[in-house]
């Protein structure tokens, strides 16, 4: 599927490749057993252009196509999925929703800041009682005079103690419409609280975020009042991708792993690689990929209109890409551990990191069980839950 890429996509996946072999790949052990990245890391990547792929030149940007996005993230997953998962929730719904619905002065003030990696996006809408069902979130703002106040408790935020930029959804208070907000982390009233100890993507912060009377004025509103529940849900689309990208990633590291030392494993007098049980396992793995690889680039073209006019809509097709690339990635590092044997189980290899790590694609942007719900609306007609 990669033969279609222009020069050009083809050079900035290769500059991908080479910074992600020399500085993210060797250090991800050691990030995730400390469970921290690098705070340069993202910096790095600004400088490189890659923290503002998508963001237009004139805001300091890369002003990449989609495909070209995808391709640099799933070169990142590949040495680190915790890096990945930074810039793709950055890029994917909090710069999007800034550039679709910011005004020129939102843009003005934060997209170059992103766009270096000086600023760090999160995105804030799950919250303790409100994960799949995000309608029902609680988080609440009241007007007092020229100001909005806002109260409530986020969850699982990525990004959100390093942030310098949160997208935030809370509703007007006493069960009104959902809006987004821009919240710049200093403001007074933005606490973080617990770092969450994950099982994989150690090196993610992922943190509860508690907002306690915090003041915004008019400034903060992203785009039209009432309308976020619709923004965030046209972001989770494009952030689906995004996963599915930091998805293959991780699935085409760990069958990379497990070819090798299927090559280089000896019992029973040959190579494990010699066994057709093995080869079979490699030969799924790589096409489970492929196809999910396929399906991704077909629901990025989809999204920027190429569609081909029989395929589903593109929301679904992202939908399909996310749930197959997680569901591959988890798959391929489960097989990727069995092939190591008991070497995949210690610490001392990368497999067992990989899968811990495949694990959280499948639940976050919308749980393999969301996706299909999203699958059967539009294939099957829009009745059940
Ligand atoms: C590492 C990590 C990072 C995250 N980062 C962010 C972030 O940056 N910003 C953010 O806002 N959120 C973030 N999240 C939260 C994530 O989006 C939610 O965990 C996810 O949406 C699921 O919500 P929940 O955990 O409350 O599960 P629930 O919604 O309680 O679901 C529990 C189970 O029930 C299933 N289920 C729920 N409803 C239905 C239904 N109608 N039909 C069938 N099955 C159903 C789910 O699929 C799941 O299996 C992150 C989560 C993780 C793990």
Redesign the pocket.
Known sequence: MTSGLTQEQSEIRALARDFVRGEIRPRAPEWDARRSLDPQIFSKLGELGFMGMRIPESYGGLGLDLLTYLLVLEELAWGDASVALGVA?HSGPVTFLLQRYGTEEQKGRYLPGLASGELLG?????EPEA???AQALSTAWRRDGPQRVLTGTKK???NGGLGGLVVLFAREADGGKISAFLLDPKIHGYQVGKREI?MG?AA?E?VELHLDQLEMGDGALLGAEGEGFVYAMEAMEVGRLGIAAQAIGIARAAFEHARDYANERVQFGRPLADFQAIRFKLAEMANRITGARALTFSAAEAMEGRADPEAPSPGVMAAMAKLTASETAVWTTDEAVQIFGGYGYMRDYPVERLLRDAK?TE????????MR?VIAREAIGQTG?
Do not use: M, Q
């Open positions: 929730i999160a995105f804030a809408l799950s994960g799949s069902d699982w935020v990525t994950t993507l993610s992922t959280g639940i976050y942007e919308g749980t393999s069980e969301i719900l839950a």
